[in-house]
């Protein structure tokens, strides 16, 4: 079992920028990929950026690519999100996840462990 808690979330303006922090228990957090979603009032979660077991290989979606770094530290069991250049349209509640499964996942039902999520609100 892997539990997951997110922090960093908060009230910024546009331009600004925030790191999310994940803070995971359980030694098999290490072994998986993990991935970020993001959920709007009234919107689908969708798919912000994935990272491999080790950190290595990241994958981002479209609005995310140029904007947003995931990382991790295996050692402290914590994987963060950057986000730089903050956009009123990236208002929404942070999720961090981990998939028990190889290669990247960009869908929600790959993963099989999520946090309780931190607001982001960014103002114009």
């Known amino acids: 079992q892997i539990q997951l808690v997110e922090s960093g979330g908060g009230l910024v303006q546009a331009g600004d920028s925030l790191r999310l922090s994940c803070a995971a228990s359980?030694?098999?957090?290490?072994?998986?990929?993990m991935g970020w979603f993001r959920q709007a009032p009234g919107k689908e979660r969708e798919f912000v950026a994935h990272?491999?077991?080790?950190?290595?290989?990241?994958y981002y979606a479209d609005f995310a690519k140029g904007r947003f770094t995931a990382s991790r530290d295996n050692a402290n069991y914590r994987a963060y999100l950057q986000m730089n250049s903050l956009k009123p349209e990236d208002t929404a509640v942070y999720y961090c996840?981990?998939?028990?499964?190889?290669?990247?996942?960009?869908?929600?039902?790959?993963?099989?462990?999520w946090g309780q999520g931190t607001q982001v609100t960014v103002s114009s």
């Open positions: 996840a981990v998939a028990r499964r190889g290669g990247i996942a960009t869908m929600a039902y790959d993963y099989d462990f």
């Open positions: 359980g030694r098999t957090f290490t072994s998986y990929p």
């Open positions: 990272a491999s077991w080790n950190g290595d290989t990241t």
